[in-house]
């Protein structure tokens, strides 16, 4: 079975920094590309962030570009997501998905909320 | 703003058949994907590459697509059909990723 579990939301304040992580299992996790996708509160969803399978490409929305950083270690079968210069319309659950590089998002977790407020 | 427009609400009496539509310029070129998402919980994956089912979708769900339009049917509505549902491509550039305003099913 595949799981997905995120960790490290919080609260943070404006201009500050946080750090997901995705523990992965039940599937080669080399083998698959992994993904951001986030939810602002009562809105809809949104592809932040994507890393192929063996790190070699990236994907990151304009939202998010420069301030944002996907990683994997393939090794640990995890995921993360740096975050930088926060700002309050980051504010969202963030979904760790695992899926096809600009294709299919299969799986999904449960997601980590992120709320960013002074 | 989303490149991918959908209606922002259908009704479907129960049993009956719903169409939920996605249209924007890149679908000529890119495959829809469709997501389910109750409230409360993480997205599902219902359609993919435009109409194949993940193993555990029912049946009566099937995607189709024409010209700039993609489309999720359900037919045969049930109760626990009754969610926000998501389609999802890139946009015409080809180099973003995007997904549709959503629609709201309710089952009568």
């Known amino acids: 079975e595949v799981q997905l579990v995120e960790s490290g939301g919080g609260l943070v304040q404006p201009g500050g920094s946080l750090r997901l992580s995705c523990s992965a299992s039940?599937?080669?996790?080399?083998?698959?590309?992994m993904h951001w996708v986030r939810q602002a509160p009562g809105k809809g969803l949104e592809c932040v962030s994507a890393?192929?399978?063996?790190?070699?490409?990236?994907y990151y929305a304009d939202s998010v570009k420069g301030r944002f950083t996907m990683s994997r270690d393939n090794s640990k079968n995890t995921a993360s997501l740096q975050m930088r210069s926060l700002r309050a319309e980051d504010t969202a659950v963030y979904y760790c998905?695992?899926?096809?590089?600009?294709?299919?998002?299969?799986?999904w977790g449960q997601g980590a909320l992120v709320t960013v407020s002074s | 703003s989303s490149e991918l427009t959908q209606d922002p609400a259908v009704s479907v009496a129960l049993g009956q058949t719903v169409r939920i539509t996605c249209q924007g310029d890149?679908?000529?070129?890119?495959?829809a994907t469709w997501y389910q998402q109750k409230p409360g919980q993480a997205p599902v994956l219902v359609i993919y590459?435009?109409?194949n089912r993940p193993s555990g979708i029912p049946a009566r769900f099937s995607g189709s697509s024409s010209g700039d339009t993609a489309s999720l049917t359900i037919t045969g509505a049930q109760a626990e059909d009754e969610a926000d549902y998501y389609c999802?491509?890139?946009?015409?550039?080809?180099?973003?990723?995007?997904f549709g305003t959503g629609t709201k099913v309710t089952v009568l």
């Open positions: 998905v695992k899926g096809a590089w600009f294709g299919e998002l299969e799986s």
């Open positions: 999802y491509s890139r946009d015409s550039s080809g180099n973003h990723l995007v």
């Open positions: 590459d435009k109409y």
């Open positions: 039940g599937f080669i996790f080399n083998t698959y590309s």
């Open positions: 890149s679908l000529r070129i890119y495959f």
């Open positions: 890393i192929s399978n063996n790190g070699g490409a990236t």
